[in-house]
């Protein structure tokens, strides 16, 4: 994948000619308000053109390699984290990466659990996270801090961006089917707050395992929904580079999934997306992320499940 | 796995023609030429080597409930368009078809019914409608089958056959996965059981939803249980898959079901379990 997509080329291109004029102007005040203008102009120029994605271009852009990842946020948006390893059972998922950190940074942080699908930057870190495909250690794993979290009364924060849970002969050997039905059950009983992020892909069961919470946010350029636009393309038209028109019908943008009520809160990305500024959209993010804690920080440990329990339970379309 | 991936056809395969006064069908086991009359009186099960061809719900009913009587719940559910999903052919021109040609409303029934006398709470999914693929009406009337069971005290026993979520509904489809083991999760505070039965095929959004979840878990005969499709996998790995990889034998050697179980046994079975699981 090239790292610059077709579609965003225009941008990208004016975004470079204004941080070149930015050295050049090199903090001379007579320039600073012409280069302000110029950099308003060209935000206002990506908003418009970001408004009139297609499904398939947000596809594209969720995955863009670029893109900032789990422990990217991690890194700028959570103290004091230790990472947790495996699953007690059979292995340690590095698809799947948790442990505790202090949410948010500074005076008022408090210990929480953060567990987030980890994609790797760079062909050898991607094959060893195994493009945040996970087995089913990952998933036990996510479930046993899940657990933890519940005993020791902390918020759990989930990051999803998986392709999907991974299809193996060991995946199904040792019970994905089982070890995502479990991490659904598990986390529709947490006792307590718990706020899912779709920050990349929403790939279907294996998305979903880290998503039953109280709120449910995404960034602007995600995708999320039951399958992704190639399979969904090979099963319609048995052909997967059909992708563009499968996004079309399937519609699995933040926005829809928005539309109907799978998600609570879309967090606009900086101009130009996500990849164009990665502390600009942690700081949007955290944000989002604080104001969702603070609207779950007076309900009870009943409450808190049966908000999540009515939150699932009125999503669907049907006709009575 | 989405609903329509290609599963080996069972009975659809089975050839049908007729001799002299009666009508033969070809066993997909053994290929043994039998009167239709006779498997269809022995619940689709071939005499001669035990293959299980698929077995209408009414089938189901009759096999497992006491006088084949069921007290349907929520019938009246219909699915909606959220999506307005069309790849040429439209999403409620497809239901309009399926309800046709199934005489059913969607991919399951629920209800209340009896075993050995013991109400239960009942549902089965029928995999001729869209592959038994769990959409928003699916997920409802589950979730509504947990919950009624809660609230009126009855173990429930699921018969899957299902291909996974349903793709025309896109994420509300997804969702269901959620709902339903939420409710579930109620069934299990009460203390109330949970028998999972897999049919041929589970798959999909419901093997990885409630489906593995029972208290006691059954499968079929060489039913088809896993997460992904066979040819997900191969064309992942890009490998032939061993011979009964996620059959119902291989999910028993792995641990992942309690019993394997042929239809002829399967209503005595039910049976001891849920006794052995009353209060
Ligand atoms: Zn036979």
């Known amino acids: 994948m090239s790292r610059t997509l077709p579609f965003e080329q225009p941008i990208t291109e004016l975004m470079q000619r204004v941080r070149e004029l930015r050295v050049v102007a090199d903090g001379d005040a007579r320039y600073a308000g012409e280069l302000r203008r110029l950099e308003d102009k ?4 990506a908003r418009e053109l970001f408004e009139e994605l297609t499904p398939w271009q947000r596809v594209q852009l969720s995955r863009h390699p670029r893109r900032p990842y789990f422990g990217d946020y991690l890194e700028r948006l959570f103290d004091e984290f230790v990472e947790l390893h495996g699953d007690r059972l059979y292995g340690d998922d590095a698809a799947i990466v948790g442990g505790f950190a202090r949410y948010p940074r500074g005076p008022t942080g408090r210990s929480v659990m953060v567990i987030g699908h980890q994609k790797g930057r760079g062909t050898k870190e991607a094959v060893r996270r195994n493009f945040a495909m996970p087995n089913p250690e990952g998933y036990r794993k996510a479930r046993r801090l899940m657990d933890l979290a519940d005993r020791f009364r902390l918020p759990v924060l989930t990051f999803i961006d998986t392709p999907g849970a991974f299809p193996g002969i060991g995946a199904e050997e040792r019970g994905q089917s089982e070890a995502i039905g479990q991490c659904l059950l598990t986390m529709s009983q947490l006792r307590v707050p718990v706020i899912a992020t779709v920050v990349g892909e929403g790939g279907s069961g294996g998305a979903l395992a880290l998503g039953v919470a109280n709120r449910v946010l995404a960034l602007e350029h995600v995708w999320y929904s039951v399958i992704s636009p190639e399979a969904c393309a090979s099963i319609l038209w048995k052909d997967a580079s059909q992708a563009e028109r499968a996004a079309d019908v399937l519609k699995p943008t933040a926005q829809m999934a928005l539309e109907l009520g799978a998600v ?46 009515r939150r699932f339970r009125r999503l669907g379309a049907v006709h009575a | 796995m989405a609903w329509n991936e290609r599963v080996r056809p069972e009975t659809d395969a089975s050839e049908k023609r007729s001799a002299g006064k009666g009508v033969f069908r070809k066993c997909d086991g053994c290929g043994e030429t039998l009167l239709a009359e006779v498997l269809e009186n022995n619940f689709e099960v071939c005499p001669s080597c035990g293959a299980h061809h698929r077995l209408r719900h009414d089938g189901w009913r009759r096999l497992i409930l006491d006088r084949g009587e069921l007290v349907e719940w929520d019938r009246h559910l219909e699915p909606a368009d959220p999506l307005q999903f069309s790849d040429g052919r439209g999403y409620r021109e497809r239901i309009a078809s399926a309800q046709k040609a199934t005489g059913a409303t969607e991919a399951i029934e629920i209800g209340r019914g009896h075993i050995d006398g013991l109400a239960i709470g009942w549902g089965a999914f029928h995999f001729t409608f869209m592959g038994g693929s769990m959409g928003s009406v699916d ?60 049919l041929h095929p589970t798959t999909g959004g419901v093997a990885a939803s409630f489906a593995l979840l029972g208290d006691v878990n059954m ?11 066979p040819r997900v996998i191969e064309s992942t790995i890009r490998q032939t898959l061993p011979e009964g990889f996620q059959r119902a034998e291989f999910l028993l050697e792995h641990g992942m079901i309690d019993r394997v179980v042929p239809r002829t046994s399967m209503r005595a079975e039910i049976a001891t379990i849920l006794r052995h699981l009353r209060r």
Do not use: N
């Open chain 1, 42 to 45: 060209v935000s206002k120029l």
């Open chain 1, 264 to 309: 609570d809160h879309v967090v606009e990305e900086p101009p130009g997306g996500a990849h164009h500024d990665w502390d600009g959209t942690a700081r949007r993010l955290d944000y989002a992320l604080r104001e969702a804690l603070a609207a779950l920080d007076g309900l009870g440990e009943q409450e808190l499940v049966d908000d999540r329990y």
């Open chain 2, 139 to 198: 997920g409802e009337k589950i979730a509504r089958l947990f919950e009624r069971a809660t609230a009126e005290s009855l173990p429930v026993v699921l018969l899957q056959a299902s291909g996974g979520a349903r793709m025309q509904e896109g994420i509300l489809s997804l969702m269901q996965m959620a709902k339903t083991v939420a409710a579930l999760g109620r069934l299990r505070e009460a203390g109330l059981p949970f028998i999972s039965v897999c």
């Open chain 2, 219 to 229: 499968a079929e005969p060489k039913a088809l249980v896993g997460f992904a499709g």
